[in-house]
T-cell receptor, first 118, second 110 residues
């Protein structure tokens, strides 16, 4: 069975500072990895995904994440945050076999609330 | 514009009433999902469907029912058997790799 742990439930940071949101996963099979962002009272929007290839993945809004297979981690980073980045961020994992079944189930972490202060 | 629509945005019901949440997609995706979101608990899978006329229970299916008569539509009924139905409900559909989410419906039952 797979699981996802987001190591910080809340991350406060000042505007223009760098930020890292941590995500660890557990799986006995190869996985695909995702980061989603959710603004208040809205649905989730895909920030970036790791499917294969380069372990450094770039996404929208200046975010990037690095897949580390040995540490089973997929941490999200941004070098300089803006007030508009204030939102909840979710890490998710899907096993590759599930994907071939026309859309795999995603397992989500509990979320990290990023709060950017002026 | 392709996407997922959920209606209504806000829904209020009295305890003991069944209520149906709408989810429609025009992305031509085969797979669709319903999640429930509560503060501090992330997203929990209620039901999912990988093809028309077929669906499977997720982790918290008790008190919910679904149908999948059309590829585009996957309505969720919250029945009176659901003990704590007040929550934010999210519908999603899936390409081969990632899920796309609708804007959500906030259900309040009093």
């Amino acid at each position: 069975a797979q699981s996802v742990t987001q190591l910080d439930s809340q991350v406060p940071v000042f505007e223009e500072a760098p930020v890292e949101l941590r995500c660890n996963y557990s799986s006995s099979v190869s996985v695909y990895l995702f980061w989603y962002v959710q603004y208040p009272n809205q649905g989730l929007q895909l920030l970036l995904k790791y499917l294969s290839g380069s372990t450094l993945v770039k996404g929208i809004n200046g975010f990037e994440a690095e897949f580390n297979k040995s540490q089973t981690s997929f941490h999200l980073r941004k070098p300089s945050v803006h007030i508009s980045d204030t939102a909840e961020y979710f890490c998710a994992v899907s096993d590759r076999l599930g994907i071939y079944n026309q859309g795999g189930k995603l397992i989500f972490g509990q979320g990290t609330e990023l709060s950017v202060k002026p | 514009d392709g996407g997922i629509t959920q209606s209504p945005k806000y829904l209020f019901r009295k305890e003991g009433q069944n209520v149906t949440l709408s989810c429609e997609q025009n992305l031509n995706h085969d797979a669709m999902y319903w999640y429930r979101q509560d503060p501090g608990q992330g997203l929990r899978l209620i039901y999912y469907s990988q093809i028309v006329n077929d669906f499977q229970k997720g982790d918290i299916a008790e008190g919910y029912s679904v149908s999948r008569e059309k590829k585009e539509s996957f309505p969720l009924t919250v029945t009176s058997a659901q003990k704590n139905p007040t929550a934010f409900y999210l519908c999603a559909s899936s390409s081969r790799y990632e899920q796309y989410f609708g804007p959500g419906t906030r259900l309040t039952v009093t």
